[in-house]
């Protein structure tokens, strides 16, 4: 079945510091989907990307989809304390009914 | 005020039981999701429903059931089969199947 790995699964930075995380699936995706859950929350949607080798930003937050559709990346850029979290990718499957989620990576921020 | 009303926040089984989570969406969306999530784990798929009186099963559906006999309700139903059920339970909606999904604030499940 359809696999969603994310690397690294946790960084901690320094407040300032930049932040990437990758994404990369097994399998061709029609869109890729990010979510971010603060400590103790739940997943919040956050963008959904659709076209190869699209680029969308919020702000400090740049999301990246691969030319080949099975990749992703979000950067941030001058890391805050809020920024803390686990961010997900997150594409919908060969059927499209449903979203298989990354694995997640762990931010955590020194303040 | 949209959004998706998960309850109870916290729930305790006892050795043998079935409990019940709510799950109410007032966004007007077709498509709904149940999740568990283990701690430091990602998501996993109980059970989904594109569309009243129809769900599938996820990839952990064994121990579960869900109805959905409203467009705005997906309970879960966690049965005395499922041998492990501590875990933090998360619901959602999408407008669209495979689309962007909203979740709820999640339920607790400890068993006493």
């Known amino acids: 079945g359809q696999q969603v790995m994310q690397i690294p699964q946790y960084q901690h930075v320094q407040e300032g510091e930049d932040f990437t995380t990758y994404c990369n699936s097994s399998?061709?995706?029609?869109?890729i989907q990010w979510y971010k859950q603060r400590p103790g929350g739940h997943p919040v949607f956050l963008i959904q990307?659709?076209?190869?080798?699209e680029v969308k930003k919020q702000k400090r937050l740049t999301f990246q989809f691969g030319e080949a559709k099975k990749n992703s990346s979000l950067h941030i850029t001058a890391t805050q304390t809020t920024d803390v979290g686990t961010y997900f990718c997150?594409?919908?499957?060969?059927?499209?009914?449903?979203?298989?989620f990354g694995t997640g990576t762990r931010l955590a921020v020194r303040p | 005020d949209g959004g998706i009303t998960q309850s109870p926040k916290y729930l305790f089984r006892k050795e043998g039981q079935n409990v019940t989570l709510s799950c109410e969406q007032n966004?007007?969306?077709?498509?709904m999701y149940w999740y568990r999530q283990d701690p430091g784990q990602g998501l996993r798929l109980i059970y989904y429903?594109?569309?009243?009186?129809?769900?599938q099963k996820g990839d952990i559906a064994e121990g579960y059931s869900v109805s959905r006999e409203k467009k705005e309700s997906f309970p879960l139903t966690v049965t005395s089969a499922q041998k492990n059920p501590t875990a933090f339970y998360l619901c959602?909606?999408?407008?669209?199947?495979?689309?962007?999904?909203?979740f709820g604030a999640g339920t607790r499940l400890s068993v006493l």
């Open positions: 959602a909606s999408s407008a669209l199947a495979g689309g962007g999904q909203y």
């Open positions: 399998t061709t995706l029609s869109n």
């Open positions: 990307l659709v076209k190869s080798g």
């Open positions: 997150a594409g919908p499957g060969s059927s499209g009914d449903k979203l298989t």
């Open positions: 966004l007007n969306h077709d498509a």
């Open positions: 429903s594109q569309i009243v009186n129809d769900f």
